[in-house]
């Protein structure tokens, strides 16, 4: 079983920022090859990638709608992801999920079924 407990959220006007932390618990996750993603809902709008990553290092992947803007990182321990968001805009409110894939190879999943642990989600919220 794996944890995920996401922090950080909160309402930031256009422009501004903010990094989301989740903290990653359980057997099987940093033992394993695992990606790890932040994923995004707005109301009445599909589940979407935001970003992930292998968390045995490898390439990063973004959705083109936060390239450039958002990244995603892990501790050195691996048992802490964050998502480093500047220049927010509205379009970027929503609920923000970190998700979790054991014993994966390869490109990480941008398919939100794929992913088989999920955190409580934390609210961002951007004013124009």
């Known amino acids: 079983q794996v944890q995920l407990v996401e922090s950080g959220g909160g309402s930031v006007q256009a422009g501004g920022s903010l990094r989301l932390s989740c903290v990653v618990s359980?057997?099987?996750?940093?033992?394993?090859?695992?990606?790890v993603g932040w994923f995004r809902q707005a109301p009445g709008k599909e589940r979407e990638v935001v970003a992930s990553m292998p968390t045995g290092g490898g390439s990063t992947t973004y959705a083109d709608s936060v390239k450039g803007r958002f990244t995603i990182s892990q501790s050195n321990a691996k048992d802490t992801v964050y998502l480093q968001m500047d220049s927010l805009k509205p379009e970027d409110t929503a609920m923000y999920y970190c998700a979790a894939r054991t014993y994966w190879s390869g490109a990480c999943p941008k398919l939100p079924v794929i992913y088989g642990y999920w955190g409580q989600g934390t609210q961002v919220t951007v004013s124009s």
């Open positions: 359980g057997s099987g996750y940093i033992s394993s090859r695992a990606c």
